[in-house]
C-alpha cells in the first residue's frame, strides 16, 4: 500500500505510520539468567529448572554472554551504549510466565537512540533512516499452544523457551508503508545474521515481530491521528506486510465511520488470523505504569566500561551496507547484483570476491553466481558452504569463457559437469571431449561450409551478414568443440577474402 492515500469519503490526505518492535532470540548455549539449554527442539518442558520456572528461593545468574552480543548488536544499529544498565522486574499474569514477572529493562536500555539505513522501496537510488529507540534485554517467555483446531480448546504450556535471552529492538514509527516495513525487517534481519548475534529463524520463533500502525489524517490542514493499534507476533515478513495493508484500510473505515482519534481511545492489540487475512482485536493494550516497574532485587546493575565496549566494537568488521557498497565500487557489479550476493551472507560474499579474483570479469561472475550457482543450489538444497564447485574452479571457468576458448552453452555443460564430479576444470573438459579447435582446422571446416553454402555466400555479399547463422548449426554438428563465435567471424573473414 502506498503511503499516503485518498479516503473514499471526503478526499482527506491520509499517511500510514508504522513503528515496529523486533523480538531476537540471542544465540546463546544457555538461558539468560541459568545455566538450561536454548537448543530448539527438545521435548516439552525438557529445559527447565528452579530459575526459569520461578520456584521460591532460586536465584538468577547473569550470562555474560547475552550482554556482549547485546552490545555488539547494539553498536551494529548505531546505538548508544551507556557506562551501566540494569534490570527490571515487568509485572503481568499469563499462564506461559511462571513466575507472574519478566526480567527486563525499563528507563536504563543497554541500547539506545540508534537507526538503520534502508534502501527506499519507492526510489532503489535513496536510502531511508530509520531512527531507532532502544534495545533492551530480557527473559523470553514460554509457549501457549492452544489446540482449538481439534474441537477441544485445551491449551498447553511449554516452557523450554523461557528465559531465553531476549533483545527487543524498537523502532521510531517513522516507516510510511509496509514495503518499507519489510526492507527494514530485511535489511535488520541480515544485519543480525551477519553478526552472528542470532540465527533469526521465525519458523522457530527466534525472530518475532509486533507492529504498531495508526494513520495521520488531513482534515482541513490539521492532523488528525487515529488510535494506534498493535498487531502482535507475525511470524513472517510477508504477514508483516499483509497485516499492515489490512490495518491501514480498516483503520480508514472505522474512522469514516466513528470519527475516532487518538485522544478518544486507548491502544489496542489485535492479532492476525492468516486464513482470514484480517486482524481481530484481543485488547486494550498495558502502559508502562500497568506494568509497575521496578528495579529487579536480585540482580545488580551491569557496568559497561568504554574498553569493554570498544573491544566489542573491533570485532564488527565490514557489515553488511558496507560491504554492499564496496562490492559495487570495487568490482562495478550492479546494486542489484551486490544485494542479492549481500544478502545470501558473508560465505557468499567471500565465494563471489574469490571468483572474480579468479576470472578477471567480475561482472560475467556475478551473472554465473546469480543465475547458475544459486540456482543450483536452490535444485539441490545446497548451502555455499557445501557447494561442490570451487570458487577458484568458477572462476576458471568464467575466464575461459570470456577468453573465447569456451562458448557459454559448452561452459554450461562443464559446470553441471562440476556439481556432481569433484573435478578440476582440465578433467571435466577431458570427460565431456571438450577439445580446443586450433585455426587451421577452424578454417578448414569453414571452408567446407561455405563451398557446400554458395547462396550463404551471395547473401553475405549483397549486405546480409545474419545469413551465416545458418551455418553455425552446420559447423556445431560436425565439430561440437568449435566455438559460435569463431566460426562466424571466420566465415565472415573467408567471404571477405573471396
Known amino acids: 500500500m502506498a503511503s499516503s492515500q485518498l479516503l473514499a469519503s471526503g478526499q482527506h490526505p491520509v499517511s500510514t505510520v508504522i513503528g515496529l518492535e523486533v523480538h531476537v532470540q540471542l544465540k546463546t548455549q544457555t538461558k539468560l539468567f541459568c545455566g538450561c539449554t536454548t537448543q530448539f527442539g527438545m521435548p516439552a518442558n525438557s529445559q527447565v529448572c528452579p530459575v526459569c520456572l520461578g520456584m521460591p528461593g532460586s536465584l538468577p545468574v547473569m550470562n555474560r554472554e547475552a550482554i556482549k552480543l547485546s552490545v555488539r548488536t547494539g553498536l551494529a ?37 540508534g537507526f538503520l539505513e534502508i534502501q527506499d522501496p519507492a526510489d532503489e537510488d535513496k536510502t531511508r533512516r530509520i531512527g531507532i529507540v532502544r534495545a533492551h534485554l530480557e527473559e523470553d517467555a514460554g509457549k501457549s499452544m492452544h489446540d482449538e483446531a481439534a474441537g477441544v480448546s485445551d491449551t498447553k504450556i511449554d516452557l523450554n523457551r523461557c528465559g531465553t535471552p531476549l533483545l527487543e529492538i524498537v523502532s521510531q514509527p517513522e516507516m510510511r508503508s509496509s514495503d518499507e516495513a519489510k526492507a ?32 495521520h489524517i488531513d482534515v482541513d490542514g490539521k492532523k488528525v491521528a487515529t488510535p494506534i493499534v498493535e498487531i502482535k507476533n507475525l511470524n513472517s515478513f510477508r504477514n508483516v ?9 480498516r483503520q480508514v473505515v472505522a474512522w469514516e465511520d466513528t470519527g475516532g482519534t487518538i485522544d478518544d481511545a486507548p491502544k489496542t492489540t489485535r492479532g492476525w488470523d492468516d486464513q482470514a487475512e ?3 482485536e484481543q485488547r486494550e493494550k ?13 540482580l545488580l546493575p551491569v557496568r559497561l566500561p568504554v574498553e569493554f565496549v570498544d573491544s566489542i566494537r573491533e570485532t564488527l568488521g565490514e557489515l553488511p551496507a558496507v560491504t554492499r557498497t564496496r562490492l559495487q565500487d570495487q568490482y562495478g557489479i550492479k546494486m542489484y547484483d551486490a544485494d542479492v550476493i549481500v544478502n545470501q551472507g558473508k560465505s557468499m560474499i567471500d565465494y563471489f570476491e574469490a571468483a572474480a579474483t579468479a576470472s578477471g570479469d567480475a561482472k560475467k561472475t556475478s551473472s554465473w553466481v546469480m543465475q547458475d550457482v544459486m540456482r543450483t543450489m ?7 558452504e557445501t557447494f561442490p564447485v570451487p570458487a577458484a574452479t568458477l572462476g576458471e571457468l568464467v575466464k575461459e569463457i570470456t577468453d573465447g576458448k569456451l562458448d557459454t552453452s559448452r561452459g554450461r555443460d562443464v559446470f553441471e559437469h562440476l556439481t556432481t ?25 569453414c571452408e567446407q561450409l561455405l563451398a557446400s553454402n554458395p547462396q550463404v555466400v551471395a547473401d553475405v555479399k549483397d549486405g546480409k551478414q545474419q545469413a551465416v547463422g545458418a551455418l553455425i548449426g552446420q559447423a556445431r554438428k560436425k565439430n561440437p568443440n568449435a566455438n559460435p563465435q569463431a566460426v562466424r567471424q571466420t566465415l565472415l573473414d573467408l567471404i571477405a577474402e573471396m
Open 77 to 113: 544499529i548505531n546505538c548508544s551504549i551507556p557506562p551501566m544498565t540494569k534490570w527490571d522486574r515487568k509485572q503481568y499474569f499469563y499462564p506461559d510466565l511462571p513466575k507472574g514477572y519478566q526480567i527486563s529493562q525499563f528507563d536504563l536500555p543497554i541500547c539506545a537512540d
Open 184 to 215: 527494514y525487517l530485511s535489511e535488520l534481519k541480515l544485519l543480525l545474521t551477519h553478526l552472528e548475534v542470532s540465527d533469526c529463524e521465525m519458523a522457530q520463533g527466534s525472530l518475532r515481530v509486533d507492529a504498531n500502525v495508526n494513520l
Open 241 to 249: 506486510q499483509r497485516a499492515i495493508d489490512y490495518e491501514v484500510s
Open 278 to 280: 484480517k486482524t481481530f
Open 286 to 298: 498495558e502502559l508502562s505504569a500497568d506494568y509497575r516497574y521496578f528495579p529487579d532485587p536480585d
Open 378 to 384: 536452490k535444485d539441490r538444497d545446497l548451502s555455499i
Open 421 to 445: 564430479h569433484e573435478q578440476s576444470l582440465a578433467e571435466a573438459k577431458t570427460a565431456l571431449g571438450i577439445e580446443s579447435v586450433d585455426d587451421d582446422a577452424l578454417t578448414s571446416l
